[in-house]
């Protein structure tokens, strides 16, 4: 007994002997840097609508993830590039996990920052209101008008847009292709296609299936666009500054499509037949700053045309969604609901 | 033909007819609207002249007659003159391409910046995909040729095998 005693005895010393002894610092933390924590889940999703869309399946949940990925990335590299006052040193630091929680450690004024972008953006009382103009012309007339050369934007004042429109109406050389209008949440994207989606044949897929074994060939079908495209992300930076990401492309597919005769297999018979289009895209992406007055402008190459040139014109603000106004020719919509029809005669 | 203009006029006076009434005359006049007031001070002259000529043979006419005939004749070389003038050739106004052109806009980096950019051109055939991506001081290109010319042989050689089968 006494034995036991003894060696319980001494496996409690030996064990506190191999803990390290518990230091406590009880001087006061002159460090300027707090650790904050915000949940934004939510924006997150703003960013990829498809991100919390997965219905269990491995691809879907792959898919998810890959979005959930993409948006952590756009928004911590957005914060880290804008963070007012920079961030500086190994103690201050942003990270967003990837279930949507952000962990910055930085200085007071920093961390209001952040909480008045989140706050900026989270709200629904504000809108981006982006204008975009695509105006086709003769290859280096848009420089002697005063927009750099090889796609370097130019920011120039918005009533500027005026000028350039008017070119349209009494120049058979310039043609105002498109000019929409988009109207998006804060870190929504937009998107606006102006063209066609053309399907072909790309491929066959040799498929056995019974009775009998059969093999049969099953076409795999794809889609080339020719048009105009554009997609923007936008974020407020604060009231009157919009931070617009842009991808503006226009595609040509030339015609004829041209095709090829393909062989799966000895036993088709079938003259299969896959169509090799001949795609060419030019597009500009961009990340701009813009000020309520601002019209960013880019000339690129058109697609399939040598000696023409495209110039893109952008506009981007903040407005409140209650001041919204339908301009002419545009239709606003409201939660109004129809009047009811008449009741026909008995 | 300004002398067989003179000879008319010379003619009316001399026939103590008016040389307004003439028709060539006025039709001249329409057309060289500067010699008509050269034709009426010379018809003033001569009523000038017959009356203090020859006072007592002179008709006693107002003074008004004459003036009037000089405004209206007057104002008929104005309007002749007015409507027959050359015309200087309108200014045509500029296109909308030639007044930028003239006026180019001005760039405003206080209103705005441009964070980054990059434009990217892609041509995609049968072979494959060329890409050249092109920003501030930087051009890149990329190709995916090796790539498409896998798929292409797998078209010709299927690699899937699919089998369906309904127990019904």
Wanted: net charge negative; with cysteine; hydrophobic share 40%.
């Amino acid at each position: 007994m006494i034995a036991a005693l003894l060696a319980v005895c001494l496996s409690l010393g030996v064990s506190s002997l191999q803990q390290p002894p518990e230091v406590i610092d009880r001087r006061p933390n002159t460090s300027p840097e707090v650790l904050q924590v915000i949940e934004l889940r939510d924006l997150l999703a703003c960013i990829e609508p498809d991100a919390g869309s997965g219905d269990g399946a491995l691809s879907n949940s792959e898919v998810a993830r890959a979005a959930r990925a993409k948006a952590v990335a756009y928004l911590t590299d957005f914060i880290t590039h804008n963070i007012v006052p920079p961030l500086t040193g190994a103690q201050q630091s942003l990270r967003i996990t990837p279930s949507g929680t952000l962990v910055l450690h930085g200085v007071p004024a920093q961390q209001e920052w952040v909480q008045s972008l989140l706050e900026l953006n989270r709200s629904r009382e504000n809108v981006v209101l982006e204008a975009t103009t695509f105006i086709e012309g003769p290859k280096g007339s848009f420089q002697r008008m005063g927009i750099a050369g090889s796609a370097t934007p130019t920011v120039l004042e918005a009533k500027d847009l005026d000028r350039f429109r008017a070119l349209g109406k009494d120049d058979p050389q310039f043609q105002v292709i498109a000019a929409p209008r988009m109207l998006v949440y804060p870190l929504g994207a937009s998107s606006a296609t102006v063209g066609e989606f053309i399907t072909y044949v790309k491929s066959w897929k040799l498929e056995t299936v019974e009775p009998g074994e059969v093999k049969l060939p099953v076409p795999q079908i794809e889609h080339a666009f020719h048009g105009l495209e554009l997609v923007a992300r936008t974020v407020l930076l604060d009231a009157q500054r919009v931070v617009l990401d842009l991808d503006a492309s226009n595609s040509v597919v030339q015609r004829p499509i041209p095709t090829q005769t393909v062989k799966l297999d000895p036993s088709i018979t079938q003259v299969l037949t896959v169509a090799t289009p001949q795609i060419e895209k030019k597009s500009i992406q961009a990340r701009c700053t813009l000020g309520p007055d601002a019209l960013v402008a880019f000339s690129c190459p058109v697609a399939g045309k040598d000696e023409r040139e495209l110039l893109i014109l952008v506009s981007a603000h903040a407005q409140k969604a209650s001041d919204l106004k339908a301009t002419p020719g545009e239709v606003m919509t409201t939660g109004a609901k129809k009047e009811p029809a008449p009741e026909p005669p008995k | 033909m300004s002398e067989r203009f003179w000879m008319s006029v010379q003619t009316a006076l001399d026939e103590r007819r008016d040389p307004l009434g003439d028709a060539q005359v006025r039709e001249w006049l329409f057309e060289h609207p500067e010699d008509a007031l050269e034709v009426c001070e010379l018809r003033a002259a001569l009523e000038q002249f017959e009356r203090a000529d020859i006072p007592l043979r002179a008709r006693r006419r107002s003074l008004a007659l004459p003036l009037a005939a000089a405004a209206a004749l007057a104002l008929i070389a104005l309007g002749a003159w007015n409507v027959l003038r050359p015309r200087p050739q309108a200014t045509p106004a500029l296109t909308a391409a030639q007044e930028l052109e003239l006026h180019p806009v001005v760039a405003r980096p206080d209103l705005g910046s441009v964070q980054s950019w990059e434009l990217v051109s892609a041509c995609t055939t049968s072979e494959g995909t060329i890409t050249v991506r092109a920003s501030e001081g930087r051009v890149e290109t990329e190709n995916d040729f090796a790539h498409r010319a896998g798929e292409l042989a797998r078209a010709e050689a299927p690699v899937h095998h699919e089998e369906s089968w309904n127990p019904q």
